[in-house]
């Protein structure tokens, strides 16, 4: 049971760059979700789904994208690449249930130069 | 909506000492209680849980006690240990018209020392 795997671990971007980040889960969970976390700050909340074709936005979603096709993934996508999106990011799941935590990836740690 | 003020940090302790971490929630309903620890260069772990008023979830020698009256979800432990060493979040959960989210403090850090 691999739970939540995102990739990649790290990546460099230059400014003005694109990319994909991607996260799946194999335990079937309707909700899903993308954090960022800053020195600070703590958890922030991206974009989040709570099913397939279902998503929405959270607390800081400029400058990011979802889609969420498969009930197994939810990739982020940067649009144009800014060092303000320097942060460490995390994908989590979750039935959409009371009582059921989250489920978190490990990480993917993102500089934008 | 829901929303988590926990302990500022950070918080160094020696090795056998007792802690708490403080955490208050504000929130409509009645959600469920978290605690994660996240270790140094890792993604967040579920460290314990509690779903309605007077639970006490416990795991690893960690304990917290759902209080609904004081709305809070305070962290024990009696004797830390140096891999305790993390930071820790409180979380309290939302669930409602077909959606589930976590509101999660700011962490709080803690260094135990030998």
């Known amino acids: 049971n691999a739970g939540v795997t995102q990739t990649p671990k790290f990546q460099v971007l230059k400014t003005g760059q694109s990319m994909t980040l991607q996260c799946a889960q194999d335990?079937?969970?309707?909700?899903m979700s993308w954090y960022r976390q800053d020195p600070g700050m703590g958890l922030r909340l991206i974009h989040y789904?709570?099913?397939?074709?279902?998503?929405d936005q959270g607390e800081v979603p400029n400058g990011y994208n979802v889609s969420r096709s498969t009930t197994e993934d939810f990739p982020l996508r940067l649009l144009s690449a800014a060092p303000s999106q320097t942060s460490v990011y995390f994908c989590?799941?979750?039935?959409?249930?009371?009582?059921?935590?989250?489920?978190f990836g490990s990480g993917t740690r993102l500089t934008v130069v | 909506g829901n929303s988590v003020t926990q302990m500022e940090g950070p918080v160094t302790l020696s090795e056998e000492a007792f802690l708490t971490i403080n955490c208050t929630y504000t929130?409509?309903?009645?959600?469920?209680l978290f605690w994660y620890v996240q270790y140094p260069g890792e993604g967040l772990q579920l460290l314990l849980k509690?779903?309605?008023?007077?639970d006490k979830g416990s795991n690893k020698g960690f304990e917290a006690t759902y209080r609904k009256e004081t709305t809070s979800f305070h962290l024990e432990k009696g004797s830390v240990q140096v891999s305790d060493s993390a930071v820790y979040f409180c979380?309290?959960?939302?669930?409602?018209?077909?959606?589930?989210?976590?509101?999660f403090g700011k962490g709080t850090k803690l260094s135990v020392i030998p």
């Open positions: 989590a799941s979750s039935p959409v249930r009371q009582g059921y935590g989250y489920t």
């Open positions: 335990m079937n969970h309707e909700y």
């Open positions: 789904s709570v099913g397939a074709g279902i998503t």
């Open positions: 929130a409509t309903g009645y959600p469920s």
């Open positions: 509690a779903t309605k008023a007077d």
């Open positions: 979380g309290t959960s939302y669930s409602g018209a077909g959606s589930y989210q976590l509101t």
